[in-house]
């Protein structure tokens, strides 16, 4: 031990340090915080985040929506649900882009040298990521409104059917940030990281009741893909219960319990591996 | 007699067809300063990966501060300090939060943290910076603020991957100054470097590697003395006049004589023979060529890395206008 260890106000630097275990929770939000004062400061990313959702609505609301009719509900809110829920997905490929540039840069060499929890890196990234999702959620219920979207869902039944979506964006993420991971090049993550969404957006019951898609595609809408299931939830809590009983939905539980357990899933997958991969960084 | 602060043993390490390390070994007694000394591709940065942790080895045993590298990886994190090849530092944060933040990743409470970086942006003269974000940083001010977030918890063992690669010489000559003071404190360093200058500037021992291999190892003095003592050189004023020279100087440069076409030098040992230089003088002058200079040189680490190594050392190519045959890999 060297005479001249630096002390700030009486603490000696080096010793908190070589006693420090790394705590996930303190660590994850540092990052989530150096997070949040990048994305602050580069107003484009949010710009662009929320700029393609809207196209989006306006796009579905007034160029295809005209000539697509659901029975028994305004095609816009049958819309705004799926459209939201495909937002938020989509959103969660900033993860992918923001691990991929933290590695590039060299962050990532620096974290993973330090004494910090080695998952603290990734939630705080994920983390972080959810408070753009929440501003596209906000910007979108309100041009959602403006085309006229009538929601009438109760107001529980509203949060119930946001904080469905949001759940699931934040799987998305750790998925997303698997990917980053996993590709390590920021142009990788643009090019290969999320063209797999467009798929599973698309085939999915968010623009267009899936009865009228070939049976392969329409079985793959109707029971397998998860979007289906959390845009459904979001319009049946969203349009209010009245509406069930068309083939619009069959019961809201299941529809909020099989999106929450997507969800969960996911987690319980993709967050081990995006440890493990965050391990393997160097090899 | 203390464990040293960083020891390997057989390092292996590949990726894929390329053997990054191939059975390296290293020791760095505490509080000393070693040079980790070769060219491109030759494993530094590898070596340092693995000491810190960032990678594992595929063989070989390491141990830093103390703690093995494979099996106490938390330990030895809160013991070192990383200055990577490339600055990792965060573009869209200030100098200042930065350093905060390396402190609070590194377990220091905020206001601890804070105090810590005032403090390190005052050392490293970046106080009237610490405010801007480090993306409109010169190259200098960013090696500084990469360097002054390795130090942060004041480590035991610092590990700077070529730390001033790409810096101008006055921005070199200043990231020396701050790397002496760390050293004066007792810190003990590995420090790779392609600049055999800067190996013979800060480290007490150097150790030359290339393809993944400690080739040779000793203080400067030492490597130096094995390329053999000081050499005449001789540049003539008339370079297409070479043949005419050698022509003079064979005998008394007895077999040992090499000529450069491209400047018009030549060059031979001294053989600690003071008399030789005189002989020389009075052959040049009896062919009549005439010299913009004639004198002793003292061998250089770049001569001691092309012995060594059989390649020039990258500086040098650098600063030579016209590329060299080199023997192997840039
Ligand atoms: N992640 C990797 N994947 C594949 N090959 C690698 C990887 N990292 C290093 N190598 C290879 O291993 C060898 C040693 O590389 P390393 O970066 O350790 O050299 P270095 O001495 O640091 O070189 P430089 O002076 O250029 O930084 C090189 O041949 C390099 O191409
Ligand atoms: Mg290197």
């Not at chain 1, 882009?97 to 939630?123: H, Q």
Request: proline share 5%.
């Amino acid at each position: 031990m060297s005479a001249a260890t630096p002390t700030v106000t009486g603490h000696d630097v080096a010793e908190i340090a070589r006693t420090y275990r790394g705590s996930f929770l303190r660590d994850s939000i540092v990052v989530a915080r150096r997070n949040l004062r990048r994305i602050a400061r580069q107003p484009q990313i949010a710009v662009f985040v929320l700029i393609q959702p809207i196209m989006f609505v306006l796009l579905f609301r007034y160029i295809f929506g005209g000539a697509i009719t659901i029975p028994g509900i305004p095609y816009v809110d049958f819309l705004m649900p799926g459209i939201i829920v495909q937002t938020l997905v989509f959103g969660a490929a900033t993860t992918a882009i923001g691990v991929a540039e933290d590695l590039k840069s060299g962050i990532v060499d620096r974290f993973r040298a330090l004494p910090m929890n080695r998952s603290a890196a990734m939630a705080g990234r994920v983390v972080s990521d959810q408070v753009l999702n929440l501003m596209s959620l906000v910007v979108m219920v309100v041009v959602g409104l403006l085309v006229g979207w009538r929601p009438t869902g109760t107001p529980a039944e509203l949060a119930l059917a946001f904080g469905v979506v949001v759940v699931f964006a934040l799987s998305f993420s750790w998925i997303m940030a698997a990917i980053g991971l996993a590709l390590k090049e920021p142009e990788a993550v643009q090019s290969a990281g999320f063209i797999w969404l467009f798929p599973l957006t698309f085939i999915s019951n968010v623009f267009v009741p899936p009865s009228t898609m070939p049976p392969i595609l329409q079985n793959f809408a109707e029971n397998i893909n998860p979007v289906s299931l959390v845009s459904n939830s979001a319009r049946v809590l969203t349009t209010g219960a009245y509406l069930c009983g068309e083939d619009l939905c069959t019961d809201v539980s299941a529809n909020v319990l099989g999106s929450l357990g997507w969800s969960i899933g996911i987690m319980v997958v993709f967050v081990p591996v995006t440890a493990w991969l965050w391990g393997r960084l160097g090899d | 007699m203390t464990a040293p602060a960083v020891e390997a043993h057989g390092l292996v390490k590949r990726f894929g067809e390329t053997t990054a390390l191939d059975g390296f070994d290293l020791e760095v007694p505490t509080g000393t300063v070693l040079g980790l000394l070769g060219p491109n591709g030759a494993g530094k940065t590898t070596a340092v990966h693995i000491l810190t942790t960032l990678s594992r080895a595929d063989e070989g045993t390491a141990r830093v501060a103390g703690f093995d590298v494979a099996t106490e990886g938390a330990r030895i994190r809160s013991r070192i300090g990383l200055t990577g090849q490339f600055a990792a530092i965060d573009e869209h944060l200030t100098g200042r939060e930065n350093l905060v933040m390396v402190a609070q990743l590194s377990g220091l409470p905020r206001d601890v943290a804070r105090g810590r970086a005032d403090d390190l942006l005052d050392r490293f003269g970046l106080s009237d910076a610490g405010g801007r974000a480090a993306r409109g940083y010169s190259g200098g001010m960013r090696r500084r603020l990469d360097l002054a977030a390795s130090l942060v918890t004041s480590p035991e063992v610092v590990f700077l991957d070529e730390p001033t690669t790409g810096l101008d010489p006055s921005s070199r000559f200043a990231l020396w100054e701050v790397i002496r003071e760390v050293v004066a404190l007792g810190t003990s360093v590995l420090l790779t470097t392609q600049y055999l200058e800067e190996a013979d500037e800060l480290a007490d021992d150097i150790l030359v590697m290339n393809h993944g291999r400690g080739i040779a190892q000793g203080t400067a003095a030492e490597l130096k003395d094995r390329v053999g003592g000081e050499t005449i050189v001789v540049e003539l004023s008339d370079p297409t006049a070479l043949d005419r020279a050698s022509d003079a100087l064979r005998d008394i440069a007895g077999g040992e004589l090499h000529t450069d076409p491209r400047n018009g030098r030549l060059s031979f040992p001294a053989k600690g023979d003071r008399a030789r230089l005189a002989a020389t003088v009075r052959a040049l002058d009896d062919a009549d060529l005439d010299l913009v200079d004639l004198g002793l040189r003292r061998p250089s680490l770049d001569d001691v890395f092309l012995e060594l190594t059989g390649e020039r050392a990258v500086a040098d190519e650098a600063a030579d206008d016209v590329a060299q045959p080199t023997g192997g890999r840039r």
